[in-house]
């Protein structure tokens, strides 16, 4: 039975590297993050994932990010904390659509976002 475990977890991982690399740029964008939720503004129609990197004055945790939409937007309390030169991965265009971050702390901070379909 451990067997057909091992397989099926081979099988996964395989089918997670063959769509990772099969990936093709098909957009860029800068974004400010400041004292209010931002979302992705420039979403390729066509993009399914998204490489995100934080660029920060600060060296603590800079950014809280969620992707909930205006369900539940990020606070300087709430959502998933990353610092400068975090890089992170957001999948499906939901999740690209409601992706909102929010600045933790006074400071420059942005994302370099690099779309792919």
Not at 3 to 19: A, D, I, P, T
Not at 35 to 47: E, K
Not at 84 to 90: C, E, I, K, M, S
Request: proline letters at 3%.
């Amino acid at each position: 039975m451990n067997e057909f475990g091992n397989q099926g977890k081979s099988y996964l991982s395989e089918l997670v590297r063959l769509n990772k690399y099969n990936l093709i740029a098909c957009g860029y964008e800068q974004l400010t993050v400041a004292g209010t939720a931002v979302g992705l503004a420039s979403i390729p129609a066509d993009a399914k994932y998204a490489l995100i990197e934080v660029e920060s004055s600060l060296t603590t945790p800079a950014i809280r990010y969620l992707e909930l939409g205006a369900n539940t937007l990020p606070t300087s309390a709430l959502g998933i904390r990353r610092s400068t030169l975090d890089a992170f991965d957001v999948s499906g265009m939901p999740n690209l659509i409601n992706f909102r971050a929010i600045q933790i702390g006074a400071g420059t901070h942005k994302l370099n976002v690099q779309y792919y379909k």
